[in-house]
């Protein structure tokens, strides 16, 4: 049997915990003789189905165990994941079929799409790069127009920003820009109304008019008042919030870590400055870093004009980029800083530290996420995240469509929806 299965014919299969034997017995039930379904019988049509899709799973070869060769479409679906996934014989190293050359590549991109989909692609381009080596081949014009674009794509295009070729640059832009666009669509929106309401809410009126009355606080601050007879509540004191002037109120300092295993984080902070940046109740900075500093707020009106300031890879000093945030706070009390960073620092750790201290005491609201990304908590240096939450700046992962609601939080100083471990 071909030892590794071809992905797509695995299911997810969640963990199920029995329940204990240990507890009351369940009584007996006779079904109701109209209540049992027949059981149906196995056909030759479903015998022979069932085999093709365990020959799919299995992958061929003279011990997969079902018989069954694959003809049409089936064939073409095996050939194409078998050139990604299947070993070589025994004592070579594994080897795929889709050879060196572009051309090759760019055939069996096109077959992949064809036959799978739009999820399934972008994971099996991603393991094709990471797995074979085809990284390189992202520099040709050519390979970037087959390619179907993700936020990993865009991690990966910007890691090899700086090997690019002029006649390729164009062509990734493009790329990067489909992707950026397609994240806009699906976040812009959401973050505004979070934020917006943030601000409004923050902006508290003892005389409200009465379409801006908070009815939830003003309820729980007039439940003295509660009449039993009427079974109703008699406010004696009115909460509402102001409409957010169009004046600055707040700024938001987003600190990026731009080492290599952040690159998914890296693109969804670009995206979301930009669209904070578009906010004109917030001031936006945008800092990326690695053992240097690189402040891109001038460019914050283009989110992908951000991205290729970016250099992924290298070392981290967390202690220098949070000092160029720290000298950039001109209002500290309405101030949100965001680190996004494994914490693995490579500076001075102590220092690091006492820099966040610093600006918590000052009145900063400071945010430490772990991530920003889909995939959850990468590895991370627990030790100093451990010290952070003593300081009391909890450092957890943020998908993307909870950080709205951790930034509407912060503006608010309320305490931030950490998500469940």
């Not at 505004?192 to 379409?211: K, V």
């Not at 509540?233 to 600055?248: C, D, M, Q, T, W």
């Not at 952040?262 to 990326?288: P, Q």
Request: hydrophobic share 45%; net charge neutral.
């Amino acid at each position: 049997m071909n030892a590794t299965p071809h992905p797509t014919g695995a299911a997810s299969v969640p963990a199920v915990t029995p329940h204990s034997t240990a507890a009351a017995p369940v009584p007996a039930v006779t079904p109701h003789p109209t209540a049992a379904a027949p059981v149906p019988a196995v056909t030759p049509a479903t015998a022979d189905e069932r085999l093709r899709r365990w020959r799919l799973v299995l992958g061929g070869g003279e011990a997969d165990g079902t018989g069954r060769a694959l003809t049409g479409s089936d064939a073409a679906m095996d050939g194409a994941l078998a050139a990604l996934y299947d070993k070589a014989p025994r004592g070579r190293e594994r080897s795929a079929g889709l050879g060196g050359s572009a051309p090759s590549v760019a055939r069996w991109l096109g077959d992949i799409r064809t036959y799978f989909p739009q999820t399934v692609v972008q994971v099996m381009q991603r393991d094709a790069i990471d797995r074979l080596g085809l990284a390189t081949l992202l520099l040709e014009p050519e390979m970037l127009e087959a390619v179907e674009p993700d936020v990993h794509l865009v991690g990966t295009l910007l890691s090899l920003n700086k090997a690019m070729p002029e006649t390729t640059k164009e062509t990734a832009r493009a790329v990067v820009r489909k992707v950026v666009e397609d994240l806009e669509k699906r976040l812009a929106t959401r973050t505004r109304a979070a934020l917006t309401g943030a601000l409004d809410r923050s902006a508290r009126i003892s005389r409200p008019r009465h379409r801006d009355i908070d009815w939830d606080r003003t309820i729980r601050a007039n439940l003295a008042h509660y009449l039993p007879e009427y079974r109703t509540v008699v406010p004696e004191r009115l909460i509402g919030y102001g409409r957010a002037s169009k004046a600055v109120r707040k700024e938001v300092v987003l600190c990026i870590d731009q080492s290599g295993s952040m690159a998914a984080s890296v693109v969804y902070a670009s995206v979301f400055g930009a669209v904070l940046a578009s906010m004109r109740a917030i001031t936006t900075r945008l800092v990326v870093f690695d053992t240097s500093v690189v402040d891109l707020t001038d460019r914050l009106d283009d989110p992908v004009d951000v991205l290729f300031g970016t250099q992924l890879g290298g070392g981290t000093d967390i202690n220098r980029a949070l000092a160029h945030c720290q000298s950039r706070i001109t209002r500290p009390a309405d101030t949100v800083v965001v680190l996004i960073s494994d914490l693995y620092e490579g500076g001075i750790r102590d220092e690091m530290l006492k820099r966040v201290a610093a600006m918590k005491a000052s009145g900063v609201q400071f945010v430490a996420l772990l991530a920003l990304s889909d995939e959850g908590a990468p590895a991370y240096d627990r030790e100093h995240a451990a010290a952070l939450a003593a300081l009391g700046v909890p450092a957890f992962a943020c998908t993307p469509d909870l950080f709205p609601e951790v930034m509407a939080a912060a503006l608010e100083k309320r305490p931030l929806p950490i998500p469940a471990t």
